[in-house]
C-alpha cells in the first residue's frame, strides 16, 4: 500500500484557441500555423510564453492538509475547498464510534495512510457533542484528506512542475504525473524528468 494519497481528476480545460489566436497578432500570421510557433515558444520564460496565461485548466484534487500548505503558496490561482467545518462535524457524528469496521472505513476513506489511528479518531470525536468546531479543527491530523477545486494557467502551472518535479515530498512528483496524463496539451508543458539547469533545488 502506497503510504501517500494524491488524486487528480481534470474538471475541465480551455482556451487553447483563443491563446493561438491572440500568439498569432503578434507577427499577423496564420491562426492555424500557430501550433508549432506555441510549441517553441512555450518553454522561453521572460515575456516570450505569456500565452500560457490564456489556458485555463480546473483540477479536482484530493491529498492530505500538510500537501495543501505547500500547493497555497502559489498564489496565481483560485481554489474552491470542502470546508472541514461543516462537512467533518456531520459525517464523524454520522459514524458508530463503538463499530471498529466503520471506524477503519472512515479513517480509510478520510486520511492519509498512517496518520490518524482508531484512538486519534475516538479522541477528535469527544468533541463532537459538544459542537466546538474550533476544537475538532485543533486536533485534526496533517493527513486529513481534502478535496479542492483548483484552477489555473498553463504558466501557473508551468511554474509548479519546474519546481516541484524534484521536490521530496513524493506528493508533488505524483501530481505531475497525474496532471501531465490528463491536460490536453502536454507538449507546452514541461516534462516530469528533471533538467538539472531548470529546476528550483530543495
Ligand atoms: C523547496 C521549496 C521550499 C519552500 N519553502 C518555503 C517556506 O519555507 N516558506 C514559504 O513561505 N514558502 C516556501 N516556498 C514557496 C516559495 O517561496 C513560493 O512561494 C512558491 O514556490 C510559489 O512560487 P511562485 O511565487 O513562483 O508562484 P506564484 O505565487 O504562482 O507566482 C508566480 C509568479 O508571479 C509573481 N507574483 C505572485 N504574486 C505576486 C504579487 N503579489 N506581486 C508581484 N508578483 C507576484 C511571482 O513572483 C512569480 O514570479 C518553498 C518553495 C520551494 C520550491
Not at 148 to 177: A, D, G, V
Request: hydrophobic content about 40%; glycine content about 2%; proline content about 4%.
Amino acid at each position: 500500500m502506497e503510504s501517500f494519497y494524491m488524486r487528480v481528476k481534470k474538471a475541465d480545460e480551455a482556451g487553447y484557441a483563443a491563446a493561438l489566436a491572440g500568439l498569432a497578432h503578434n507577427k499577423k500570421q496564420e491562426t492555424r500555423r500557430m501550433d508549432a510557433v506555441a510549441r517553441k515558444l512555450a518553454a522561453m520564460d521572460g515575456g516570450h510564453n505569456k500565452f500560457l496565461e490564456s489556458i485555463i485548466v480546473w483540477l479536482d484534487v484530493r491529498a492530505p492538509r500538510y500537501w495543501w500548505q505547500e500547493a497555497d503558496t502559489f498564489r496565481l490561482s483560485t481554489k474552491q475547498s470542502e470546508s472541514t467545518m461543516h462537512t467533518l462535524t456531520e459525517e464523524l457524528s454520522a459514524i458508530d464510534i463503538g463499530d471498529p469496521a466503520a471506524v477503519a472505513a472512515f479513517i480509510a476513506d478520510n486520511f492519509e495512510p498512517n496518520s490518524c489511528s482508531p484512538q486519534t479518531l475516538a479522541w477528535i470525536y469527544q468533541t463532537v457533542p459538544q459542537k466546538n468546531l474550533i476544537e475538532i479543527k485543533k486536533k485534526l491530523p496533517e493527513g486529513f484528506l481534502q478535496t479542492r477545486m483548483w484552477c489555473m494557467s498553463y504558466k501557473t502551472l508551468r511554474n509548479i512542475i519546474l519546481q516541484r518535479r524534484s521536490h521530496r515530498l513524493p506528493h508533488w512528483k505524483e501530481f505531475i504525473r497525474q496532471v501531465l496524463a490528463q491536460v490536453e496539451h502536454p507538449e507546452l508543458l514541461p516534462t516530469l524528468e528533471r533538467e538539472k539547469k531548470t529546476d528550483v533545488q530543495q
